[in-house]
């Protein structure tokens, strides 16, 4: 290593980056891929002992946890979005209409730009801006520029966001709206990561959020994991189901839980982890139910567009965890989608966006097909909001004709018997 010590950042308990793949070490930095087998590169820590109370009484997001993430330890107090301390709601509503003794939402929806990208933008930025990177960016299917831009916007930055050019309207107008810098391309996804990976070689200062900081980037889905097993009276859950689209949040979620377990903040105890694609975008999917290791491509064509990612890069590391925790992978069609969105709002109250269709979808299935129990705690994630996905149940929800105002007119309809 050439450089010098004043060059490395201070990232609060984080030592260094491994490969995940060969175990090759290098000091932080901007780094993300293995020098020896361009595998990709994971945060270590030499963590403190830390307590219950310590977190309890830290501040009501993401930050209480600063001590486990790779971020300035004065993170709290700088300019970020706070996103976390979402609600887990004990829906047990939904439960009842699905035959299981507990089921939890965590409610994703209830971020600063209403999904759980803002979660790992946040720890992305803190990094990056340790780092000097001065322009924050990123490739995204809708929800990550949402929280790019606006994360941006608040730490008083520069943002350059890319998405494909086909994504819902409002997720367009809701990451315009914060300005910055906002490309629309025609092509998918992996177009536009592609595109990313090129400028992000060509310009040192872009953090693209998910490709040069993307070690930092994914650390912050482990806050998931640990705002569940805190919400449960720091206990984890027996199972729990999550969307996959690059397959990071299910992956971060199963380290969260080991974590805790090694900190001595939750008793040791199995869990299952399993995954939930849409079968027009269902790579993982598909490489579970064959056995595969690795992961084969897909071109993706679903409605659940935050999770349309044809070739994840965490695919195998999933397949790692569902397998190691006796979970599966499976997938529901679009119209599965929607009716587990509609089901969601009318049996819960919860409105989540075609992802929280995905995971609820799955977790019917996986109860039909015997593979989840449904007498054991289980926890969904909601990673979204259903006012971002309005075109996907639009034509599945009944929007009634005005009708006069009068009781004549109001009878007429044939409202009184409903
Ligand atoms: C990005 C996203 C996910 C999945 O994230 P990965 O970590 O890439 O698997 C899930 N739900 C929603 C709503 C998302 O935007
Ligand atoms: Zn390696």
């Given at each position: 290593m050439t450089q010098s010590d004043s060059s490395v950042p201070q990232l609060g308990n984080a030592t260094g980056l491994s490969c995940r793949e060969c175990g090759w070490t290098t000091p932080l930095g901007p780094y993300y891929a293995c020098?020896?087998?361009f595998g990709p590169l994971e945060v270590s820590y030499k963590f403190p002992r830390i307590t219950r109370e310590e977190i309890e009484s830290?501040?009501?997001?993401?930050?209480?946890y600063a001590p486990l993430?790779?971020?300035?330890?004065?993170?709290?107090?700088?300019?970020?979005?706070?996103?976390g301390y979402t609600k887990l709601i004990d829906a047990d509503g939904l439960a009842g209409k699905l035959g299981m003794r507990q089921l939890w939402i965590k409610d994703d929806s209830g971020n600063p730009t209403h999904s759980f990208k803002d979660r790992v933008v946040a720890v992305a930025l803190a990094a990056a801006t340790e780092m000097n990177f001065k322009v924050l960016a990123c490739p995204s299917t809708g929800n990550l520029a949402n929280a790019v831009a606006a994360a941006a916007a608040r730490a008083g930055i520069r943002s350059v966001v890319m998405v494909p050019s086909n994504l819902e309207g409002q997720k367009i107008l809701t990451t315009a709206v914060y300005g910055g810098t906002f490309v629309t391309v025609d092509g998918n996804y992996d177009d536009v990561n592609r595109l990313a990976s090129e400028l992000a070689g060509e310009h040192?200062?872009?953090?693209?959020v998910n490709v040069n900081v993307r070690p930092y980037y994914a650390e912050g889905s482990k806050t998931l994991g640990f705002e569940i097993a805190e919400q449960l009276g720091w206990r984890l859950p027996e199972q729990i189901v999550v969307p996959i689209a690059s397959g990071a949040q299910l992956v971060k979620i199963d380290k969260g839980f080991q974590e805790l377990v090694e900190l001595g903040l939750v008793e040791d105890k199995p869990w299952k982890v399993f995954g939930a694609q849409a079968t027009g975008c269902s790579p993982v999917s598909e490489a579970f139910a064959n056995g595969w290791d690795a992961v084969r491509p897909v071109k993706p064509s679903t409605i659940a567009k935050s999770l349309a990612?044809?070739?994840?890069?965490d695919g195998p590391y999933v397949l790692d965890v569902v397998r190691r925790t006796g979970g599966v992978v499976a997938d529901v069609s679009d119209e599965e989608v929607v009716d587990s969105m509609r089901l969601l709002a009318s049996a819960q109250g919860v409105f989540g966006e075609t992802a929280g269709g995905v995971t609820l979808g799955v977790l019917r299935k996986l109860i039909a097909s015997g593979q989840?129990?449904?007498?054991k705690e289980t926890v969904i994630i909601n990673?979204?909001?259903?006012l971002k996905t309005l075109d996907a149940v639009a034509p599945a929800v009944r929007v009634p004709e005005a009708i006069k105002p009068s009781v004549e007119a109001f009878q007429a309809a044939g409202y009184e018997g409903e």
């Open positions: 020098a020896e087998c830290g501040p009501y997001s993401i930050w209480r993430l790779p971020v300035p330890a004065d993170i709290a107090s700088r300019r970020t979005t706070q996103p040192d200062d872009w953090a693209f990612i044809g070739n994840p890069a989840l129990d449904p007498d990673s979204g909001d259903g």
